[in-house]
């Protein structure tokens, strides 16, 4: 049985002994993923930074202002990579920790205490070559970096806000380096480039406990990470100058791919050597092939990967912008350089979220927000609304009422606008909503007569398209036609030759042989209509049940093994399959439904979207070749 614990969010002093109390007792791993992974990262990006100037750890001169447990934690870490503790000085915006200060001093504390008549941080600032600050926002002031020694190093890592924005510090120090918690800063430090791959080694292990030999191993496995070769779909992200070890790139991106086949063997292995491991794993080599196969199978980072290969980045506007899902999906399309966010959503409700969340969101910055009750873009929005329903009766007064009941409606006119490149909606309120509001407002392109959707299935191997009618509840031979074109159209945009088979209705009724002669006459235009395009008509099943396979499975439903296109009779239909595939295949991410045949790209989710699923429709709407996706 795997055994661990994660300790968040508890303030300091107390979360260290909450964690301690329960890491004795118990003989399990528990990880404060706040402090402690921060602090891993931290550390990582400091050891890189004193590598590129030149300059050994045992030499470096710190200067730390804050003195909670997330300080201490990192302080113990560079102590154990060699920073001696003599040149560590402490404080916080009263003074500087030194022996024989009145007061109560926590014993965690009490050992970095130094002999020493500095009583304020500005007098111990002169020759530091490094200045931490896990305190609070704009306390180290660009004057005290001023002072500091040749190629200053700042690791500003108060969660929220910095204690000193690189744009401050750079003013004054052109030769400084600086890693912060900010998501539009180089050097992101983020516990998720370390936490879930620390858990991973550690349970694998059945370790203990996380111990300073397992944490050691973490920072040392970042590190070399970032001075490694960059893979081309890491790469694809950013520009070269970001991704090549220099003051830019210190650490890993959090998106990186690798960082599981890294840190998570390093973890297991000084697990095992330091002897708090229950498992030794035996090949190791073997261990780390199959975490690349984890990775590749359920990592959110390859989508994002391929759509951040754009020079210029596309924006999408996202309908429901205060919901928590899609403000944190916006933080990871801005992360992955994916998409430039247009959020759609009071501005005080979504700065509540940020704020709360602790998110990367600035407005103005790297997104944008629009406020559906600004006057001047309601009363646009009614104007352009009237004339494009006035042949359907539309009155100022009842489209007023429609933009201010539904965000959709209202995003679709903003996208129609040019706002936007591409708008996501459907975390909220019923699909056929969405569909009618884009069907009413966006419109279908010229010379398309059907709108259709298409759901993409992400599987280890593959991808799965799943086409449907849902605005036509019984479609002709010609409609299913067209659907199964633009689905073509579609999947080939994506880098991806499609392999159409066309699914009649499950069962056995008469009326099914009638469905079963349409999808054939269907084909039979395909045929008519285009050339070198591998398609097929499925028979009716009687019956689908759990299989082992993505292959059995669909061979269970009748369905050609090597389909990656079903065109589905109707949307009963598509939902059985989509849920068969699920179930018994136990995969199958879904990013999302376009809608086929649109003037716009529109991507429609569900109300249990994830934020990974929110995040890979993000990267469908604005990628252009994802045939690299999967594992293969």
């Given amino acids: 049985m795997l055994e661990g614990s994660n300790v968040a969010r508890i303030h300091a002093p107390d979360g260290v002994y909450i964690g301690q109390a329960r890491r004795d007792p118990v003989r399990?791993?528990?990880?404060?993923?706040?402090?402690?992974?921060?602090?891993?990262?931290?550390?990582?990006?400091?050891?890189?930074?004193?590598?590129?100037?030149?300059?050994?750890?045992?030499?470096?001169?710190?200067?730390?202002?804050?003195?909670?447990?997330?300080?201490?934690?990192?302080?113990?870490?560079?102590?154990?990579?060699?920073?001696?503790?003599?040149?560590?000085?402490?404080?916080?915006?009263?003074?500087?920790?030194?022996?024989?200060?009145?007061?109560?001093?926590?014993p965690g504390l009490a050992r970095f205490a130094r002999g020493t008549g500095a009583r304020a941080i500005a007098d111990v600032m002169p020759g530091a070559d490094i200045l931490v600050g896990v305190s609070a926002a704009n306390v180290a002031m660009a004057d005290l970096v001023k002072v500091m020694a040749v190629n200053p190093i700042i690791i500003a890592i108060s969660d929220a806000m910095p204690e000193v924005t690189p744009e401050a510090v750079l003013a004054v120090r052109t030769d400084a380096i600086l890693a912060t918690r900010h998501a539009r800063h180089p050097n992101q430090i983020s516990g998720a480039m370390c936490v879930p791959f620390i858990a991973r080694g550690a349970l694998d292990t059945g370790a203990m406990t996380v111990n300073e030999e397992m944490k050691l191993a973490a920072v040392h496995a970042i590190a070399s990470l970032a001075q490694a070769e960059i893979p081309k779909e890491v790469a694809a992200?950013?520009?070269?100058?970001?991704?090549?070890?220099?003051?830019?790139?210190?650490?890993?991106?959090?998106?990186?791919?690798?960082?599981?086949?890294?840190?998570?063997?390093?973890?297991?292995?000084?697990?095992?050597?330091?002897?708090?491991?229950?498992?030794?794993?035996?090949?190791?080599?073997?261990?780390?092939?199959?975490?690349?196969?984890?990775?590749?199978?359920?990592?959110?980072?390859?989508?994002?990967?391929?759509?951040?290969?754009?020079?210029?980045?596309?924006?999408?506007?996202?309908?429901?912008?205060?919901?928590?899902?899609?403000?944190?999906?916006?933080?990871?399309?801005?992360?992955?350089?994916?998409?430039?966010?247009?959020?759609?959503?009071?501005?005080?409700?979504?700065?509540?979220?940020?704020?709360?969340?602790?998110?990367?969101?600035?407005?103005?910055?790297?997104?944008?927000?629009?406020?559906?009750?600004?006057?001047?873009?309601?009363?646009?929005?009614?104007?352009?609304?009237?004339?494009?329903?006035?042949?359907?009766?539309?009155?100022?007064?009842?489209?007023?009422?429609?933009?201010?009941?539904?965000?959709?409606?209202?995003?679709?006119?903003?996208?129609?606008?040019?706002r936007a490149d591409a708008m996501l909606c459907g975390t909220t309120g019923r699909r056929a909503g969405h569909l009618i509001a884009v069907r009413d407002v966006i419109g279908r392109r010229k010379g398309v007569d059907t709108l259709a959707v298409m759901e993409t299935?992400?599987?280890?191997?593959r991808l799965l398209f799943i086409c449907d009618a849902l605005l036509n509840s019984n479609p002709g031979a010609g409609q299913i036609a067209d659907i199964a074109l633009l689905g073509v159209d579609e999947v080939r945009r994506l880098g991806i030759s499609p392999q159409v088979m066309l699914v009649p209705r499950l069962g056995s009724s008469a009326g099914d042989a009638t469905c079963e002669r349409k999808m054939r006459e269907a084909l039979a235009l395909i045929h008519e209509r285009v050339s070198g395009v591998a398609s097929g008509a499925g028979e009716p099943s009687g019956s689908a049940f759990p299989c082992a396979t993505f292959d059995q499975t669909l061979s269970e439903l009748n369905v050609d093994a090597s389909a990656n296109m079903l065109v589905m009779h109707d949307g009963e239909m598509a939902n059985v399959i989509r849920n068969v595939m699920r179930i018994s295949t136990g995969q199958g991410i879904s990013a999302g439904q376009v809608v086929l045949g649109a003037r716009w790209r529109v991507h429609i989710l569900t109300p249990a979207a994830t934020i990974r699923q929110i995040v890979n429709a993000t990267a469908l709407a604005v990628g252009d070749d994802v045939s690299n996706w999967t594992r293969s």
């Fill in 237 to 418: 992200i950013e520009d070269a100058h970001d991704l090549r070890f220099g003051p830019r790139y210190l650490i890993p991106k959090a998106f990186d791919r690798r960082l599981i086949e890294v840190v998570a063997p390093a973890v297991a292995k000084a697990s095992a050597e330091s002897g708090v491991a229950r498992r030794r794993i035996a090949d190791m080599e073997a261990y780390r092939r199959s975490l690349s196969q984890v990775v590749g199978s359920s990592s959110p980072t390859a989508p994002v990967a391929i759509a951040g290969r754009h020079a210029n980045v596309k924006s999408v506007i996202f309908a429901e912008g205060e919901d928590e899902r899609v403000l944190r999906a916006a933080q990871c399309a801005i992360d992955g350089s994916v998409a430039r966010p247009v959020l759609l959503g009071r501005p005080a409700v979504i700065a509540d979220v940020i704020d709360r969340c602790r998110l990367g969101l600035d407005p103005g910055v790297n997104c944008e927000i629009v406020d559906p009750l600004d006057p001047d873009i309601h009363d646009d929005a009614v104007t352009r609304y009237c004339m494009l329903r006035r042949r359907d009766g539309i009155s100022p007064v009842l489209a007023a009422v429609e933009l201010r009941s539904c965000r959709t409606l209202l995003a679709a006119m903003l996208l129609r606008s040019g």
């Fill in 457 to 461: 299935l992400m599987f280890p191997e």
């Fill in 28 to 106: 399990m791993a528990v990880f404060d993923d706040e402090q402690q992974g921060v602090a891993i990262v931290a550390a990582a990006a400091t050891l890189n930074a004193l590598e590129y100037i030149g300059k050994r750890m045992s030499e470096a001169r710190l200067v730390c202002s804050g003195t909670g447990p997330g300080a201490l934690a990192y302080l113990d870490l560079v102590v154990s990579l060699g920073l001696r503790r003599e040149n560590i000085f402490v404080g916080d915006p009263t003074g500087v920790v030194y022996i024989g200060q009145v007061g109560e001093m926590d």
